[in-house]
């Protein structure tokens, strides 16, 4: 069964460094999105993506945050310039029109 | 602004009892409601999708229900077992954008 998947598992940066976090969505979607979960918080989203322009942002989504296609599977989500509260799991989900979203496993960014 | 909540927050069962978790939310203008289940650590698993025509839906021994006009959907789950233990998320979506809004999450335990 097709399913996404994200990389690395697990990412320590020190604060101030950039991070990029990568995915794969399902191969066959359209709509691309991350959301993140800070420990013990609720999962939040940050942005979609459609037709390769960001479709919806949240406030969280700021200019530190970035977000690319750069090739026909790939999916990233760049963080500039990372801060401690950054430390969360990033999950990418991606849907067809059907609108169930399909998660990836998650990366675990820890930011010193 | 749509806030999810789920109750109970925490729930333990003797393997083999029925159980409905339960989720609320204030906007009745939401348009999809997915149920997701995570384990710990681990990302999301879609289990359900009530689509915005939609009341129900079954999939295996859960089944989903979704009542606009209160703001309220169900998840029951049928002769629980142990397997089932994990934390189930609902989400519902304003259907313009698809960003999906979390619930606070039900940990369930069942016992063997």
């Known amino acids: 069964e097709p399913e996404v998947t994200q990389t690395p598992s697990h990412q320590v940066t020190q604060m101030g460094q950039e991070v990029i976090l990568r995915c794969v969505p399902i191969?066959?979607?359209?709509?691309f999105y991350w959301y993140r979960q800070i420990l013990g918080q609720k999962v939040e989203f940050l942005v979609s993506f459609y037709n390769n322009e960001i479709s919806e942002k949240s406030e969280i989504f700021d200019d530190q945050f970035s977000v690319e296609r750069p090739d026909g599977s790939n999916f990233t989500l760049k963080i500039r310039s990372t801060k401690l509260e950054d430390s969360a799991m990033y999950f990418c989900?991606?849907?067809?029109?059907?609108?169930?979203?399909?998660f990836g496993p998650g990366t675990r960014l820890t930011v010193l | 602004k749509q806030e999810v909540t789920q109750i109970p927050a925490a729930l333990s069962v003797p393997e083999g009892e029925n159980l409905v978790l339960n989720c609320s939310f204030t906007?009745?203008?939401?348009?999809?409601l997915q149920w997701f289940r995570q384990d710990p650590g681990k990302g999301l698993t879609s289990l359900l999708l009530i689509q915005s025509s939609q009341r129900e839906q079954t999939s295996g021994r859960l089944n989903a229900s979704l009542d606009k006009s209160s703001g309220r959907s169900t998840l029951y789950i049928a002769a629980s077992q142990p397997g089932d233990s994990a934390t189930y998320l609902c989400a519902g979506d304003g259907g313009a954008t698809n960003k999906l809004i979390f619930g606070t999450g039900t940990l369930l335990a069942v016992q063997p």
């Open positions: 989900a991606s849907s067809d029109f059907s609108d169930t979203q399909y």
């Open positions: 906007d009745s203008a939401i348009y999809n």
């Open positions: 191969s066959n979607h359209l709509y």
